[in-house]
């Protein structure tokens, strides 16, 4: 079904005509962006990594401590959509605890059920923390 808005009564209704679509986040999505968990920099980073999206602009830094071979602290800055920084968020989350090699498993899809998912037209937000750990394990290996 199609949906346009009317401005006359300010709602959402079936039409032929003008399209309008609603992106649904899940409620785990909205909260990270909402209150972002290990937003901001880490003092004393073991790496510290940066990649971009080219296509939409958003731009994610990723800061890791290392200690014993384990990742034990993650603090990232995004700008970008809520999807990347709700995701940035998540991935700060899915990294703690973990070593380099653990690390090496972390999947767009892995990040994307974090969130308890996401539409597709925002996936790249997962591929762009996924780039992000890629980028952070050549660096601390």
């Not at 899940?26 to 971009?52: I, M, W």
């Not at 939409?56 to 990723?62: E, S």
């Not at 990294?95 to 090496?104: C, D, I, W, Y």
Request: net charge positive.
């Amino acid at each position: 079904m199609i949906f346009s808005w009317a401005a006359s009564s300010g709602s959402a209704r079936p039409t032929g005509n003008r399209p309008y679509t609603v992106l649904v986040f899940s409620q785990k999505l909205l909260d990270h962006f909402r209150n972002p968990r290990n937003a901001g920099d880490l003092p004393e980073a073991t790496a510290t990594v940066e990649v971009r999206n080219p296509v939409c602009g958003d731009v994610l830094r990723l800061a890791a401590r290392i200690e014993n071979g384990r990742i034990v602290a993650a603090r990232f800055r995004t700008e970008g959509c809520v999807a990347s920084i709700a995701a940035s968020s998540a991935l700060t989350d899915l990294l703690t605890g973990k070593s380099a090699s653990e690390a090496r498993g972390i999947t767009p899809e892995a990040v994307a059920d974090g969130l308890g998912g996401l539409p597709p037209s925002t996936f790249h937000a997962a591929q762009l923390c996924a780039d992000a750990v890629a980028a952070l394990v050549r660096k601390i290996c």
